[in-house]
């Protein structure tokens, strides 16, 4: 039973004593972590950072520190429903950054702060993302939405401009081609490297997330960078909409630290685990509560939701202190807590002031007087009970009037955070009210995890899916082991991008032994049958993964020790193919990532019972292939029809689906493609 004492006590649901507790939420077999192997900037003369060697210092240790919870494994890819694994800037080729322009989306309550400041890792981070952007050779178009809210000196484009021209050392011009609904004209990119759009705010398409404004901001756009974190909640056209009209679409520095945060706050790695809740609107946030009380071994309640736990539990609270429709979601909450021995903590103190003598200050609660800070004895308790704690997740306002002065409590919270982050507790900071009173009490603050926004977390605590997370491409997290995966990883490599239940790849593995062969398909059901099929069979040089090829073939096949001798896409979905769709099988990043990793010689192999995406196919992969493709003439003209496809199969073995369309008396259109050692 829980222990409910007076108004000034502390509640106890069971003992404090940190049990664990199995959960299956957000449960995975194997971890990722972040990893900045290659983020360190080249020299380059036109990077005048006012402290270089500082910035070069700062990444370095962060590739030091992070790259020691790096593990390898062979995997099979498959990622979390809310929070996918996304491709981003840090894993994206250097090279093919030269000479693109890429659109991004920056944080202007980051950014556009009345003060940069230079210890915080967000900043950082933000501008670091540009300054790469640049020293890779390509070309910024920076956009955002601003108010005189974040502040109160920005009004115009000019404005930002010039703060952006001050923190980067390069020169930003302003260009008006939205309001004018007029495409980008890269003849601006003459006079600078860095472009800045005009305030998004100012266009209604903007929050609409309207096709033809996606499309006008995306105009001449190769790279789509999105760096806004706290907007990754929102559906906007520069956020979401955008993705559907550039080739390649990735997470900035700061969008992936932020994630990184949130992967790493769902951990169950380090035990015992405390979250310091404060705020209000409990009702809305129930999801959210359950969530944190799964993974949580205590829940501590310091902002208005801790009058509702009070009040669920029959204690006196002030009638406008209550949120209405609380009762039964704080109830369920508490009786949730209660089954899995989890302990919540409430004030058992406050400061108050006097309601018609807001000067007069007292400790405790009384007819007429008005919590605005929790009290010594709570602060003592929370002290007590977090120095016992490995993992500290603190998100929320302490405070109970957003305006009051009072904050003595809230200081002194965030002085004992910053103190056990210093040792061995691993400290996450969230919300931007929160992070804001850690940067006024530590000097230091780059011991903390810090996450500014508060309301995409809370999206994700509810387990809700992100938009601006969903938009971006996919990623492969994981590091292969290819010796693993094959008997003998030094072989040459056939990949199959589609490979659906695996019948040609099986056929051609048991026929030609001296090739290795891998199976890429999106469908997970499909890959397991496929592995059990390799075990059964005894097969020892074929291999399938679970993922979205479209975006993950660079960062899987680029790891392979042998050569790439031959890419085959077989009878891709035209439902998925079609232009305007969003994840369509062939893009531009993928063509670009064949051409570049097959060998000399290489062959691509298309096939399709639809006329129309063969037409597809085969105009992308000679408009995209970088020149170094070319097609494969039949020398034997009886194999090669009219329309100049192939007649047939070269290979001998043929997929379920092209078996099916033989069957029915259907033709198949085929054609290779070479990859020559010299280029007309």
Known sequence: MAQVHSHSEVLLLNKFSFCNFPSKLLQRKRSCSFTRNDAVLPNHRRVQSSSPVALKVAVADDVKKSSNDTEDHICDGIESDVLPHIQTLRRFPKVELAGKVALVRFDSTILLNQELDPRSRSVFNALFTIKYLLEFGAKVILASDWSNKINSNVLSAEYVADVFSSALKYQVVTIKSLSFKISLDVGAFKKTDILLLENLSEFKEEVANCSKFAQLLSSGVDIFVNDSFSLSHKILASTVGVARFCYACVAGFHFEESLFQLRKMAKLDEKPYAAIIGGGNLCNKAAALHFLASRCDGLIFVGLMSFQIMHALGLPVPPELVEKGANDAASDLIQFARDKNITILYPKDFWCTKIHHPNQVEIFPSHGWEPVDIGPRSVE??????????????????????????????????????????????????????????????????????????????????????????????????????????????????????????????????????????????????????????????????????????????????????????????????????????????????????????????????????????????????????????????????????????????????????????????????????KPSCVK
Not at 455 to 477: I, T
Not at 635 to 659: A, H, I, P, Y
């Open 381 to 674: 308790e929370i002290t007590s009970t977090i120095t016992k704690c490995k993992k500290v997740i603190w998100v929320g306002p302490v405070n109970f009037r957003f305006s009051s002065q009072y904050s003595n409590g809230a200081s002194k919270l965030t002085g004992m955070l910053c103190k056990v982050s210093q040792g061995t507790c691993n400290v996450t900071v969230i919300g931007s009210m929160a992070c804001k009173a850690i940067a006024k009490v530590s000097s230091s603050i780059f011991g903390l995890n810090m996450v500014e926004s508060g309301s995409a977390v809370w999206e994700f605590l509810k387990g809700r899916m992100l938009p601006g997370v969903s938009a971006l491409d996919r990623a492969f997290p994981f590091d292969i082991d290819w010796s693993a995966a094959y008997h003998d990883p030094a072989q040459p490599l056939v990949v199959d991008i589609g490979s659906g239940n695996g019948l040609f790849l099986l056929g051609m593995a048991r026929k030609r032994k001296d090739l290795n062969f891998l199976g890429l398909e999106v469908n997970e059901k499909l890959v397991t049958h496929c592995r059990d099929s390799l075990q059964l069979s005894g097969i020892t040089n074929g291999y399938f993964i679970a993922t979205n090829a479209t975006s993950t073939f660079r960062s899987i096949v680029a790891s392979y020790p042998g050569k790439l001798i031959l890419v085959s896409i077989q009878c891709p979905n035209p439902d998925f193919n079609r232009p305007e769709h969003r994840w369509r099988m062939v893009q531009r990043s993928l063509v670009e990532a064949v051409s570049d990793l097959l060998v000399h010689d290489g062959k691509v192999f298309l096939q399709s019972d639809i006329e129309e995406v063969m037409l597809r196919m085969k105009q992308q992969f000679l408009e995209y292939g970088k020149g170094k493709l070319v097609l494969v003439q039949d020398e034997c003209d009886t194999k090669t029809n009219q329309g100049g496809w192939l007649g047939e199969n070269s290979f001998g073995v043929r997929s379920d689906w092209e078996q099916h369309v033989i069957d029915r008396g259907a033709p198949m259109y085929r054609l290779m493609l070479s």
